[in-house]
């Protein structure tokens, strides 16, 4: 396997987390140090008096290392200098939502979440910047990302170990703009999807299925919700990366098997990876995923093989250097762990149990779920405190029904937001929705039985 990505990668993400957690004097100190040794290094190659293959890695990590802890010293400088960051009280703000407004807390709270960029503070405008905002689920609901809103906020300090430069909470907003294009014909695909599903299959599974498809796990029921969660299985209904990677490939499948060329494919490639990312939203597993999966394409169209620990490694440093917040992000991290394992363990174990005569799809599946179950452990008990005991049993369960899911779902969610909610093409996506009942009713039957019991997860003790 080809490694050398994997030390830039660390130190990208070491680098941008101590711009997180760091104060601003020792970010500037690691981006000094750091570009001192890269140019030593590179001065003793330069006189020949080192080659390259013994400082070219080094040259490279210090390299990137100063690159990103000097962007993120002038992006804290930034966040402290904005004059958001020093009020307090009541403002009148306009802003730019950058996410859905997505459920927090209980949901008998009806509160909100989403994150907006501030352009304006009264009259004055100002420099974009990012802030975290909560408010009431019935103002907010039905905003869209790029949608433009002015609202009364109550300013406080942001969240520890961000780059955000307030914390706001929100009185009802008032629209000033509408979303750009894209935006609003992903919204409508959505918001279809939801409808035909509703028509077509019961509360449970209704709720179930935009957030298996779509991640949009606004309806999903909140019992269910934790039994998903106490079964390992709520990667399923935040569009984990394996989800993108089953829709994106059976796109490239399908434009290859009528006979386009590499090329060719790899431009549809992109354009499906573009396209589903903004479909299901950019959450931290879905960048990693839609990074790697844009290396694979770009191998694709250079006709050469795309080797998973490079193309890792440059999901990592490129999605850090686009969104430096996901290096303390959970999801981020079990996505990396997880691709990490399967790609150094899950051969190993899928071998050795088709020594054991297993059959070769079972050998595949259980290699995959016990590597992914095995290496994610340890962040989700630093993380949550508990371990799902059912986890590799429940997502061997429910393995053949996700690609089927996954595919047929988005064909339908496109194919209903097609036309009037009446209309032919609503009645074949809802269809295909009802062809997915049984595998929908498998999907909550594994939740409810290996979820709803009580030792279905256990807490787990950690030192200090």
């Known amino acids: 396997m080809d490694f050398r990505l994997l030390v830039p990668a660390v130190v990208v993400w070491a680098s941008t987390i101590c711009g997180l957690v760091a104060p601003l004097g020792v970010t500037i100190g690691l981006a000094a140090a750091s570009g001192t040794v890269a140019v030593v290094l590179g001065i003793a190659c330069a006189r020949s008096r080192m080659p390259w293959d013994i400082v070219g890695l080094g040259i490279i990590a210090t390299g990137l290392a100063c690159a990103c802890a000097a962007s993120m010293a002038i992006r804290q400088d930034a966040r402290a200098d904005h004059p958001l960051a020093h009020l307090s009280g009541k403002q009148t703000v306009v802003m730019t939502l950058r996410g859905d407004p997505t459920p927090t807390g209980p949901a008998r709270q009806g509160r909100i979440r989403v994150r907006v960029d501030v352009e304006q503070i009264g009259r004055y405008p100002v420099s974009s910047a990012s802030a975290e905002l909560r408010g009431s689920a019935q103002a907010w609901s039905g905003l869209l990302p790029g949608q433009r809103v002015t609202a009364v906020v109550r300013v406080r300090p942001p969240p520890d170990r961000s780059l955000l430069v307030a914390s ?102 992109l354009v499906v990876i573009a396209g589903f990312t903004m479909l299901v939203r950019p959450t931290p597993s879905v960048v990693r995923a839609a990074l790697m999966g844009g ?138 929705v009802r062809a997915l009942g049984p595998e929908l009713w498998w999907m909550v039957w594994c939740a409810r039985t290996l979820g709803g019991v009580g030792w279905a997860s256990v807490d787990v003790p950690w030192p200090g």
């Open 295 to 432: 290396v694979g394409v770009m191998a694709l169209f250079a006709s050469r093989r795309a080797q998973s620990f490079p193309a890792l490694g440059a999901a990592v440093i490129g999605g850090l250097l686009w969104w430096p917040e996901l290096a303390l992000q959970p999801g981020f991290a079990l996505s990396v762990a997880a691709t990490c394992g399967i790609v150094l363990w899950a051969p190993r174990i899928r071998d050795r149990l088709r020594r054991w005569r297993c059959p070769a799809g079972l050998a595949e599946a259980v290699a995959m779920a016990v590597t992914a179950q095995i290496v994610t452990a340890p962040i989700l008990v630093l993380v949550t405190g508990r371990i799902s005991v059912v986890g590799v049993v429940a997502n061997l369960l429910v393995a053949p029904v996700v690609a089927v899911i996954s595919v047929l779902g988005t064909v339908a969610a496109l194919i209903g937001a097609i036309g009037p909610p009446d209309g032919v093409c609503a009645g074949i996506a809802e269809f295909l």
């Open 168 to 269: 706001l909470t929100a009185q009802a907003p008032k629209p000033v703009g509408g979303p750009p294009a894209y935006q609003h014909a992903a919204g409508a695909i959505r918001q279809r999807l939801h409808l035909v599903a509703a028509r077509a299959l019961g509360p449970e599974a209704a709720g179930l299925l935009p957030g298996l498809v779509l991640g949009d796990e606004s309806g999903l029921d909140e019992d269910l919700r934790d039994d998903f969660r106490a079964a390992g299985l709520s990667h399923l209904t935040a569009v984990s990366g394996a989800n993108f990677a089953i829709v994106c490939g059976a796109a490239l499948l399908l434009v290859r098997s009528i006979g386009v060329g590499p090329r060719s494919s790899a431009v549809i490639g």
